[in-house]
Structure formats: structure tokens, C-alpha cells
Antibody
Framework: QVQLVQSGAEVKKPGASVKVSCKAS????????ISWVRQAPGQGLEWMGW????????NYAQKLQGRVTMTTDTSTSTAYMELRSLRSDDTAVYYC??????????????WGQGTLVTVSS | DIQMTQSPSSVSASVGDRVTITCQAS??????LAWYQQKPGKAPKLLIY???SLQSGVPSRFSGSGSGTDFTLTISSLQPEDFATYYC?????????FGGGTKVEIK
């Protein structure tokens, strides 16, 4: 069965960086895109960006441009999201999510369990 | 960017009620719309994609409709497990924006 397993919770100081991993299993990794979505405490869902696991093409939310980098390692079927220059308002649960269909971002059929990133001095 | 506006932001309903949630896009997105259900402490769950296609395993009391800019999610007979927050998401063009959410609460 399809599974996305994320790395564990992180506590970071303002200005630091965090890198969250998302290990996929149960499907052909390179056939589906992966998106990252975050949710601040008590708030709604915020789309952060998307990466093609096929060729590494990315598309990022404009507000995060310059601070976020999404990558994949096809040898281990793992996606990564790195966020730099962390601020307190980056405190959130970060989710990876897989596209519903191959080469088609019609929705996200599978999600990771979420990774809580806390930014605090 | 395409803005997604959901209404209402919250609704109180009883088991067995019919519940309708609307989502409006700031520009036409054809049928590129998905609906998700999220329960506290859990990842979202895909209910509907392509505006009206029911995701595998989702009960048939959930249905979606609409195209262009106006969309609706309907729960035909609310069940206890349906109390949750619901989000729409446009999948027409990057960035793939979400609506603000609708919390369905027990009346």
C-alpha cells in the first residue's frame, strides 16, 4: 500500500534552517509529483510548492521563494523540503502529499503523517 | 494567484442533516477542484477530485458539483464521523491554493 513517512518533530531557533524528509513506498516514486503543505496552529492549509519526482522540476509559492528548496532522491524514494531563515510564523505542521494521478496534480490522494516544526528562541 | 473563497466558515448541523459548502474561485478553473476532509491532529483526506469525482473508498453521501468559478460540496445525510473541517483546493494552475476551510460542528 502507498505510504509516505515523514521525519520527526524539530525545534529550531529563528534564522536557522530545517530539512524535512518524506519517504515513499508502495508505488513507482518517479511517476508522481509530491507537494508540501503546511498548517500553522489553529489555521488552514497553505500550499508551499510541488516537485516532480520524474525530473525534479519545481514550483514554489511566491511568498516562500528564496527560502524553500524541494528535492528528491530517487534512489531512496525520498522527497525533501528545506526551509531557511526560519521565523516564528514558520511554526507549523508540515505535510508531504502525493499527486492523485501520474503526471497530474488533480488532488492529493496520499499524505504523510505530518512533521511539527517549532521555531522559538 | 487564484483565490479560493469558502463559505460558510462554520456550520452547526445535526446527524441526518443535509450540509452544503460552497467554494468560489477568483477566476475560472474549469473542473480543476478538489475537496478534503480534515479531523483534528490528522492529515487531510481527499474526498472529491475533478469537482465531482468521488475518491475511492469515500462514502456516496459526499458529492461535488460545479465548474468555472462556483463549486459545491454536499453531504446528503450527516453522520457522526463527518464532523470535521473541509477544504477546497484549486488544481488548475500553480500555486495550488486552498480555501480557508469550513468547520462542520455538532448542533
Amino acid at each position: 500500500q502507498v505510504q509516505l513517512v515523514q521525519s520527526g518533530a524539530e525545534v529550531k531557533k529563528p534564522g536557522a534552517s530545517v530539512k524535512v524528509s518524506c519517504k515513499a513506498s508502495g508505488y513507482t516514486f518517479t511517476s508522481y509529483g509530491i507537494s508540501w503543505v503546511r498548517q500553522a496552529p489553529g489555521q488552514g492549509l497553505e500550499w508551499m510548492g510541488w516537485i516532480s519526482a520524474y525530473n525534479g522540476n519545481t514550483n514554489y509559492a511566491q511568498k516562500l521563494q528564496g527560502r524553500v528548496t524541494m528535492t528528491t532522491d530517487t534512489s531512496t524514494s525520498t522527497a525533501y523540503m528545506e526551509l531557511r531563515s526560519l521565523r516564528s510564523d514558520d511554526t507549523a505542521v508540515y505535510y508531504c502529499a502525493r499527486d492523485l494521478l501520474p503526471y497530474d496534480s488533480s488532488g492529493y490522494s496520499h499524505w504523510g503523517q505530518g512533521t511539527l516544526v517549532t521555531v522559538s528562541s | 494567484d487564484i483565490q479560493m473563497t469558502q463559505s460558510p466558515s462554520s456550520v452547526s448541523a445535526s446527524v441526518g442533516d443535509r450540509v452544503t459548502i460552497t467554494c468560489q474561485a477568483s477566476q475560472g478553473i474549469s473542473s480543476w477542484l478538489a475537496w478534503y476532509q480534515q479531523k483534528p491532529g490528522k492529515a487531510p483526506k481527499l474526498l472529491i477530485y475533478a469537482a465531482s469525482s468521488l475518491q475511492s473508498g469515500v462514502p456516496s453521501r459526499f458529492s461535488g458539483s460545479g465548474s468555472g468559478t462556483d463549486f459545491t460540496l454536499t453531504i446528503s445525510s450527516l453522520q457522526p464521523e463527518d464532523f470535521a473541517t473541509y477544504y477546497c483546493q484549486q488544481a488548475n494552475s500553480f500555486p495550488l491554493t486552498f480555501g480557508g476551510g469550513t468547520k462542520v460542528e455538532i448542533k
